[in-house]
């Protein structure tokens, strides 16, 4: 009886407080409601004082940014709908329990938004990046960078320009100024680079500027929005804004900078290769010269790493060598990595030859420098590399490269061979890249919030080069900022490549019928206005095999496409207007469908004739169904993703031997373990499973996510008697709403994995042995460190 007392006396307060609920459930919502505007009022009032506090160059706190993302978070979870009648006892119970716990968070988070010590930092954040260190060689270019730095130092000296031929060493001189600045002197808060370029675009400008000036503002669609916004945030800040090679003068104003005086202590120092366009801007003009003989020597035996002038063989022709690189630091860096490779003296004799003979007819010393160039770039003995740079050229001037996204286009022109693996040819891809950079025929840059090492670049002389050889088979207007399609007289028939990326085409013509046979490549991505291709385009490019569409807003492809018959390359991803496309039949010998991003609505008809596919990305938006029998006929897939609202077969997915990158999802775990089990010994490059529903995709690209496993809902861990099996090379492993488990140790197979970096549990309500989890922890611990 006592038992029972005590059992009685722990329900009846329980009871009560659950009546309660119910019988308060219409005030308890009230109260929410009442406390939600009170809230809501208050996050408005804040983010504006934030925001514009934020445009005056101050640092943002990070209490104030969480307490923002939190009060978004709860904002979902308060829309409790209608009021259930009040015979709805359990309903209204609920109701009335969840409105009452959500008013004490909304409380706690309107008094949390009390902030009266500020919402940003007083002092302005120090704005700057340290630049890789470079061979500054000679007196010459020591001279030239003390001059600048004299020349910022003084109160009377605004504007600074640097002129100079291409390839003189002007932007080496001002990374080494850069540096200085971040490192030895607090005379400026904020030290701001930014690459300007040919195409003189105020609003890119702009938007660089805001970039790095942190402001986090959204990008900025017009001059005079981007100008007043760049004012704000520049007028009490004493900066030095470099602008690297500048072509054109611009007005200050127009963008949204300052002029400099001796009053705000700001400076402008740009580089150019016009002494007009210094004139122009009202700078200082500091000229570049050229290195002495001296100089020139000093850094070709830098770059050749040992003394060839001693070497008594050599000597006379690495001379003559050294002549012809008429004391241009890019063309002495460039000769010098071309000729360190070559040992005997018939080598260099050949190679001085074959220099001089190229260098015949060019009598300004810039164009010397332009057959410099292209003697390294014919120079390099693999013609691989040779079409790597070209393809590199496609690209627009000064573009940052993702190297991924580059060798995924080597493979896809061709220029990788196919080989045994998708690995083997990324690996391929990274060492063509690597001794290019090596050449100094591309540049590693770094960019914002990305690690180093995954961006690279031409120099625009390089590329000017480059277009140059290729010339007259390729095609290159890429983010000219283009508006208008290039009539029929702009397509040669001998036309090879054409690049029309990043620009802002949104029409071409419904009479646009180029006549170019040979043309094999076709690049339209990032016109984002583009809506509609007309079918006329490609009536005459029937040798078309690359074609990419990608990050356009076409809504339909004309019906030529399919009928490109040897198309090897078809590109849409992002095009997000993108709800059908037709039959792929006639397209047998496609090797790469990409319809990442659109919102098509069924898988296209013919798939299963594509038999050549390697690449199939059907990571769409919107729920589509796999039909039974297609994916085994895709034999030769390497890459398969599909969105998380797609289910496969595990039945299917095993008799795919190639696979190596997959991101899917099995209905259970009996199709999750079968195609483990089919692996044998064979390991996947990259993967990322879901198993059991889902209501939501992950927003990542499969390369950067590793090797991962998801259990969701329903996953049935304990019943049926399927055991789960776990690759044992995963790497994370999310367990998200499976009730039915109590414990990691009903996982036996976590003690056979041996790379597991992570485990997340969430909303797994019957976990009730957590302890059981560092014990197994020490199990795979001990297992490794044996």
Not at 759 to 764: D, E, T, Y
Request: hydrophobic share 40%.
């Amino acid at each position: 009886m006592e038992m029972l007392g005590s059992i009685v006396g722990n329900i009846v307060p329980s009871v009560g407080k659950y009546w309660n609920y119910h019988k308060e459930a219409d005030q308890h919502v009230k109260n929410l409601k009442r406390k939600w505007e009170l809230l809501e009022s208050q996050k408005d009032d804040i983010k504006t004082k934030f925001y514009s506090e934020l445009r005056q160059g101050k640092k943002p706190k990070q209490e104030v940014k969480l307490w923002l993302q939190n009060v978004e978070t709860i904002k979902g979870d308060i829309d409790i709908g209608q009021e259930p009648a009040r015979w709805m006892f359990l309903l209204r119970m609920q109701k009335g329990e969840f409105a009452f716990k959500k008013t004490k968070e909304v409380e706690e988070l309107y008094q949390a938004g009390d902030f009266t010590d500020g919402l940003v930092l007083d002092l302005p954040e120090c704005i700057g990046k340290m630049m890789p260190p470079s061979t500054l060689v000679g007196k010459t270019a020591q001279r030239t960078k003390k001059e600048i730095i004299v020349c910022l130092l003084d109160n009377n000296v605004g504007k600074i320009g640097v002129y100079g031929m291409g390839g003189i060493g002007k932007t080496t001189v001002m990374k080494e100024v850069n540096n200085f600045l971040l490192n030895e002197s607090d005379k400026f808060e904020s030290v701001i680079w930014v690459t300007v370029s040919k195409d003189n675009d105020i609003i890119k400008l702009q938007n660089e500027i805001a970039c790095k000036l942190k402001l986090g503002l959204p990008k900025f669609e017009d001059e005079i929005t981007g100008a007043a916004e760049l004012y704000t945030a520049l007028k009490d800040r004493r900066y030095v804004l470099i602008l690297d090679d500048l072509w054109e003068t611009f007005a200050l104003e127009k963008v949204g900078i300052p002029e400099p005086t001796s009053a705000n202590e700001c400076k402008i120092v740009l580089t150019t290769r016009d002494l007009d366009v210094c004139r122009g801007m009202s700078c200082k003009d500091i000229k570049m010269e050229s290195l002495s003989k001296e100089e020139a020597r000093e850094l070709f035996l830098h770059k050749m790493e040992y003394d060839v002038f001693n070497t008594p063989y050599l000597k006379a022709i690495a001379e003559d060598v050294l002549q012809t690189c008429a004391r241009l630091p890019l063309a002495i860096v460039t000769i010098a990595g071309s000729f360190k490779r070559l040992i005997h003296n018939y080598e260099w004799r050949d190679a001085l030859e074959q220099l001089r003979t190229s260098l015949k007819g060019f009598d300004s010393i810039e164009k010397q420098v332009h057959e410099v160039l292209k003697f390294s770039y014919e120079r390099l003995k693999e013609e691989k590399l040779k079409q790597c740079l070209l393809h590199c050229a496609l690209y627009p001037e000064d573009f940052k490269i993702y190297k991924e996204e580059l060798i995924e286009h080597l493979i896809d022109e061709g220029i990788i061979e196919r080989m045994k693996s998708r690995q083997a040819e990324f690996d391929r891809g990274y060492s063509m890249l690597s001794k290019l950079e090596n050449a100094c025929l591309l540049e590693g840059v770094t960019e914002k919030y990305y690690e180093e090492g995954i961006f690279v670049k031409m120099h625009d002389l390089v590329r000017d080069m480059v277009l140059q050889v290729a010339s007259p088979e390729f095609m290159v207007e890429g983010h000219l900022r283009l508006e208008d399609f290039p009539d029929e007289g702009n397509w040669r028939e001998n036309l090879v490549k054409a690049s029309l990326m990043y620009n802002k085409i949104s029409r071409i013509p419904s009479n646009v019928s180029p006549m170019c046979p040979s043309l094999s490549t076709l690049l339209l991505q990032g016109n984002k206005s583009l809506k509609n291709v007309p079918d006329s385009l490609f009536e005459h490019l029937h040798g078309l095999k690359f074609l990419d569409l990608s990050y356009t807003d076409i809504e339909s492809l004309p019906n030529s496409v399919f009928s490109l018959e040897n198309l090897n390359i078809l590109s849409l991803r992002g095009c997000c207007y993108l709800k059908h496309v037709s039959s792929l039949a006639k397209l047998t010998t496609l090797r790469k469908l990409d319809l990442g991003g659109t919102l098509i609505t069924e898988v296209p008809d013919g798939l299963e004739m594509l038999v050549n596919l390697t690449y199939l990305n059907l990571d769409v938006g919107s729920p589509i169904i796999m039909p039974l029998g297609i994916l085994p006929k895709l034999s030769h897939l390497q890459y398969l993703r599909f969105s998380c609202k797609v289910t496969v077969k595990g039945e299917e997915t095993e008799k795919l031997k190639k696979l190596e990158n997959v991101w899917v999802r099995f209905d259970d775990l009996y199709e999750f373990c079968s195609f483990i089990r089919s692996l044998e010994k064979r390991r996947l490059a990259c993967y990322q499973i879901q198993v059991g529903e889902s209501e939501e995709d992950v927003d990542r690209d499969i390369q950067d996510v590793g090797k991962g496993v998801i259990l969701e809902r329903e996953c049935n861990l304990r019943r049926g008697g399927e055991s789960l099996v776990l690759p044992e090379d995963v790497e994370s492993l999310d367990i998200v709403e499976c009730d039915d488990l109590t414990s990691l140790c009903d996982v036996p197979s976590l003690k056979q994995v041996s790379e597991l970096k992570k485990i997340r549990l969430s909303h797994c309500k019957e976990i009730e042995h957590v302890l059981c989890f560092l014990l197994l922890l020490l199990t795979i611990l001990f297992k490794l460190s044996r």
